[in-house]
């Protein structure tokens, strides 16, 4: 009983962090702007990671697995780079001045954020993935 207690109490700590970007489905930002990044401002002196992850829309074959009960293997070819290491629940928001990791841009390339939260266990929430083009 005291393991479906505390499953239940993690799942709702995981739940209460939201972004509340309106990200359209396949949206696409400019280069050299500015995005603000908003959740939900929550009552709390603690802090989260607030990620940045980019990777590829369609995959690279890597080969079939080395297992006979496992499916092909890709290559997302996935970075992350760390925007706030320790982002305040209270603020609200975060302005992230748009730069293109690794000359990632256009169709070809998805963008995230996402947010780690260090007092339910590493736990992401992730906002919709989008494109950014160059400038």
């Given at each position: 009983?005291?393991?479906?207690?505390?499953?239940?109490?993690?799942a709702?700590?995981?739940?209460?962090?939201?972004?509340l970007?309106?990200?359209?489905?396949d949206?696409?930002?400019?280069?050299?702007?500015?995005?603000?990044?908003?959740?939900?401002?929550?009552?709390?002196?603690?802090?989260?990671?607030?990620?940045?992850y980019?990777?590829?829309?369609?995959?690279?074959?890597?080969?079939?697995?080395?297992?006979p009960?496992?499916?092909?293997?890709?290559?997302?070819n996935?970075?992350?780079?760390?925007?706030?290491?320790?982002?305040?629940?209270s603020?609200?928001?975060?302005?992230w001045?748009?730069?293109?990791?690794?000359?990632?841009?256009g169709?070809?390339?998805?963008?995230?954020?996402?947010?780690?939260?260090?007092?339910?266990?590493?736990?992401?929430?992730?906002?919709?993935?989008?494109h950014?083009?160059?400038?």
């Open positions: 009983m005291k393991l479906l207690a505390i499953s239940a109490l993690l709702g700590a995981t739940q209460a962090f939201q972004f970007n309106d990200i359209p489905v949206g696409y930002y400019d280069e050299g702007s500015d995005f603000v990044i908003e959740w939900k401002p929550e009552d709390r002196n603690d802090t989260f990671r607030l990620e940045l980019t990777f590829l829309v369609d995959p690279i074959y890597v080969g079939p697995s080395p297992y009960w496992g499916g092909p293997i890709y290559d997302y996935e970075t992350t780079t760390v925007l706030d290491a320790a982002a305040k629940y603020a609200g928001n975060f302005t001045h748009i730069d293109l990791i690794n000359g990632r841009e169709a070809g390339w998805y963008y995230r954020f996402g947010a780690i939260l260090a007092s339910v266990g590493e736990v992401a929430d992730y906002a919709r993935s989008f950014i083009q160059a400038s």
